[in-house]
């Protein structure tokens, strides 16, 4: 356009034909127009303001090229300037400076002053600083440096002394620009000044940038110390300082030694970089806990992906969980990747928004990889994402970054390793185990918890000390309170415990102390409700910051409100110290028992939790399938924490756990534990002097023994118990007693003393007003009457007994009572009755989780259908029978597999 065409109107419509200059032929959109020109805050009004713009700077391009070649068009969400670009000054520089290459010198310099003529002041001047473009200045810098270079080869120092003088003080860290100036004042004869030059560029690069000069710059300085002649000749200059385009980076740090397996994730992302849309930059995730191996990973990936990627790599640390230093800015990691892309110090734009277009602008038509290395948060990251479709960005971070999707990011979460992989890592360190020290090296990763970090540290353990034999660091990694300590390289801050340290140090303070809390937390999982009643807080607050610590990967949350460590981290938090929650702990499992175990069974103690505690917060449990539900999925957590309490010397609180717990073991039985359980139970209540809570825990005890068939060994207990309850005068525990030491003699044979034990159980429950009890001992009544040869007189108190189990709500005893009467009918030649009553035994103990009692009931009514000749239907009832008695390893189960062996075969 003509030089002395004017645009009318001001800046706003001025930066408007700017931005649309700058990128001609390609739509503009509305809402980057907006942001430009009212930075980012525009008002209510700004669409309608732009479109009489947009309306005027039509009028004023009609009148001044009546073709109509040029042309603003409104386009989807923006607007396109139609024009040629021939006639826009910036793609002539361009050209010009394109042209001038590989010219000889005099062409070249009569071409690149013609191009910076077309510079006649500041870049986009006139348009009050809205839109900027460094780019411009860019390209106008490069050619008065190919200019200068062009007339240094034809001699002419002389006539650009002054011109570097000044271009050196406005650009004093463009070192193509120092180097100029030190070559032409040393052909000047100022050999001197040349050396000063060069030795005030130094140290201000060093002071302020921290960077030495670059090797073409330091050549030419030794060059003229040495009073080198041949710098006198006219040539080319030797310093050449990288352009954009020019400098292709590759700042992947070196691949980490014997990185093994996780060709799933590697397979992944290369799939992310194959399948990549087109239109936007492919953008994958790796997030996980510290020492995962996130970052091997990453520069694995990135090494072995380099040739994919022809135009560079650029790495970023950025530092977000380093408690020593701040995470790094996005505008400095912009700067440094400008730098690396070739971009000058002094073209690097100040404001944030403009380095990030800048750089947006660099990568659009290039295909690079970025990797950004422990990234803080989304924010973080988001002004470092390219614009155009042909880079890749692989991101490292120890939070889930969820804000990234928005982004078009795939997420991937790295778990710790698998056995044989994690294994391997050891064996590259230390080379293959011996035959005999396989099962060792197999343990030595399960300690390390198969997390990559611990693993290369116990392999290199191995390896830098002889004296340590693998047995000796397994035996120390074995002691959990030396276990982190050993997974540490000496002399160097490198460890677990480091590892953690950078996550955990950057954690707000509420969510450090939440990690202090759940490091008191004895058992493998733990829940809202839980940590709500350690820190004295609502259940919600306290999943909030479970949720908080799941995205760091301290905690994961393996289903719905249940959360676990991986054992180091477990560690870790203990080594917080929090000891003194351990009551607490206790507390809630007391609560949480007492709640579900009275929708199993009417309570048969005082132990009542079901109004005390109203600070406790309950779990969410409505009824008999949540109860069972809390029971199996806490268990492991109860017996952790009676174990716990017992060290820790809460006696009372475990003896009392260990009783409540004992009641969902009669409902699923399984020896091994629930002997455990009360064995802890029981020598918690002798050391807190609590004779109540012994006659209890022995009596419990009693009840497993008489569970499976060893009703001869609970004498002992019982008498015990009897003999404290008298002394205690306490009727309730009394009938218990001599419910139990009847049950005893019961199981001896001795059914007219058991008989008499009985009668007087029943007579001190109904002083005791024990309706429990009452029932319990008329059903043990009748089958003593069955065992005496009389099932017609027990049939009458086993009837009373399903009838009291129902009136107390005691659905897992009405199943055993009806099993009963359905024996005793089936003896008196009653198969209907019995049928029924085996039919609804079996359907109460399916609903309600009753193995023992199912197995029993399926017994009962196989011999009822093997009577009819149904044999076909009886072995399926004996082998169902079978299987729930192997399951809670009753020596019933001998009895049945009897009875099929004795079933016709013919049939």
Not at 88 to 117: F, H, K, M, N, T
Not at 343 to 360: C, G, M, N, T
Not at 698 to 720: I, N, P, W, Y
Request: charged share 25%; hydrophobic share 45%; aromatic share 4%.
């Amino acid at each position: 356009m003509g030089e002395n065409t004017l645009v009318p109107g001001g800046p706003g419509l001025r930066g408007l034909l700017a931005m649309l200059l700058l990128e001609p032929n390609q739509v503009v959109s509305v809402e980057h127009v907006m942001d430009v020109l009212w930075d980012h805050e525009p008002p209510a009004t700004a669409r309608t303001i732009v479109q009489g713009y947009v309306s005027r700077l039509r009028r004023w391009l009609s009148t001044v090229d009546p073709t109509r070649e040029t042309r603003i068009q409104t386009t989807g969400p923006g607007y396109r300037l139609v024009v040629d670009e021939a006639r826009i000054d910036v793609a002539l520089a361009r050209d010009l400076l394109a042209e001038s290459r590989d010219r000889p010198a005099g062409e070249r310099a009569e071409l690149l002053a013609r191009a910076q003529g077309l510079w006649r002041g500041p870049e986009l001047s006139g348009i009050g600083g809205r839109v900027r473009a460094p780019e411009l200045a860019e390209l106008r810098l490069t050619v008065i440096e190919a200019r200068v270079d062009a007339d240094l080869e034809l001699g002419r120092h002389d006539d650009v002394i002054g011109e570097l003088a000044a271009l050196v003080d406005t650009h004093p860290f463009r070192e193509h620009l120092v180097g100029q100036f030190v070559l032409a004042l040393y052909r000047c004869g100022r050999r001197a000044a040349a050396l000063e030059i060069y030795q005030r560029f130094a140290h201000r690069a060093a002071r302020e940038l921290g960077l030495d000069p670059g090797p073409g710059l330091r050549e030419l300085h030794s060059r003229i110390l040495r009073d080198d002649t041949t710098l006198l000749e006219q040539r080319p200059t030797p310093v050449i300082t990288p352009r954009v385009g020019v400098l292709t980076p590759a700042q992947l740090p070196a691949a980490p030694p014997g990185f093994t397996g996780r060709d799933a994730e590697l397979g992944w992302l290369d799939g992310i970089r194959d399948t990549a849309d087109g239109t936007a930059p492919a953008i994958a995730v790796l997030v996980g806990s510290a020492g995962v191996g996130k970052s091997a990973l990453a520069v694995v990936w990135g090494t072995r992906a380099a040739a994919d990627f022809p135009d560079g790599r650029l790495y970023a640390s950025l530092r977000g969980f380093d408690p020593r230093h701040e995470p790094i800015e996005p505008a400095e990691v912009l700067a440094r990747f400008l730098l690396a892309l070739g971009v000058a110090a002094e073209h690097i734009p100040d404001d944030l928004a403009e380095r990030a277009a800048f750089y947006r602008s660099l990568l659009a038509e290039r295909r690079l990889l970025v990797l950004l290395d422990d990234a803080r948060d989304s924010d973080q990251v988001r002004p470092l994402l390219p614009g155009g479709p042909g880079s890749m960005v692989l991101v490292t971070s120890r939070r889930t970054l969820d804000g990234l999707v928005t982004h078009g990011a795939a997420l991937r979460v790295l778990g710790t390793l698998p056995p044989d992989e994690a294994e391997a890592v050891i064996e590259h360190a230390a080379g293959p185990p011996a035959d005999h020290e396989r099962a060792l090296r197999t343990r030595l990763a399960r300690l390390c918890d198969h997390l990559p970090l611990a693993l290369r540290i116990a392999g290199a353990r191995l390896v830098a000390s002889p004296q340590w034999s693998l047995r000796e660091l397994v035996g120390e990694l074995a002691d959990e309170r030396t276990r982190l300590g050993a997974l540490r390289v000496q002399d160097v801050d490198t460890g677990v415990r480091a590892a953690l340290d950078l996550t955990v140090g950057g954690l707000d303070p509420v969510l450090t102390a939440t990690l202090r809390q759940l490091g008191a937390v004895p058992g493998p999982t733990f829940g809202p409700h839980l940590l709500a009643t350690m820190a004295g807080s609502s259940p919600e607050a306290a999943r909030e910051r479970l949720r908080g610590l799941a995205a760091l990967f301290l905690v994961t949350e393996s289903e719905p409100d249940v959360y676990g460590m991986h054992d180091l981290v477990r560690l870790y938090a203990r080594e917080l110290g929090a000891d003194d929650l351990l009551p607490p702990v206790l507390r809630y499992y007391l609560v949480a028992s007492d709640l579900c175990r009275r929708h199993l069974r009417a309570a048969a103690d005082d132990i009542d939790y079901s109004e005390a505690e109203p600070e406790v917060p309950r779990p969410p449990v409505r009824g008999r399938e949540d109860a069972l539900a809390w029971f199996e999925r806490e268990w492991p957590n109860l017996v952790a924490a009676a174990e716990a309490g017992a060290k820790a010397g809460l006696h009372t609180q475990v003896w009392q756990l260990a009783r409540m717990a004992s009641e969902f073991r009669r409902v699923r039985s399984r020896r091994d534990d629930w002997e455990h359980v009360l064995r802890l139970g029981l020598d918690a209540a002798k050391a807190a002097g609590d004779r109540r809570g012994e006659v209890l825990m022995r009596l419990s005890r009693c009840v497993l023994l008489t569970r499976f068939d060893q009703e001869h060994e609970t004498v002992a207990d019982a008498e015990r118990a009897v003999a404290i309850a008298t002394e205690l005068r306490d009727s309730k525990l009394m009938a218990m007693g001599f419910n139990t030491v009847a049950s005893a003699l019961y199981g001896q044979r001795r059914y007219n003393e058991a008989l008499a034990g009985y009668r007087k159980a029943l007579e001190l429950s109904g002083r005791a007003g024990y309706r429990l009890g009452e029932a319990n001992l008329l059903n043990n009544i009748a089958q003593v009457h069955r065992n005496l040869g009389a099932p017609a007189e027990a049939v009458s108190p086993q009837a009373q007994a399903v009838a009291i189990f129902r009136e107390v709500g005691d659905l897992g005893f009405v199943g055993l009572a009806l099993a009963n009467l359905a024996e005793l009918e089936h003896e008196l030649n009653m198969p209907e009755a019995a049928e029924t009553h085996a039919r609804e035994a079996i359907s109460l103990a399916e609903a309600n989780g009753l193995d023992l009692t199912e197995a029993f009931a399926r017994e009962v009514f196989a011999r009822v259908l093997r009577d009819r000749g149904e044999i076909a239907a009886a072995r399926v009832e004996l082998m169902l029978a079978l299987e729930l008695y192997r399951l809670v390893q009753s020596p019933a189960a001998q009895a049945v597999q009897a009875g099929l062996a004795a079933l016709p075969t013919d049939v």
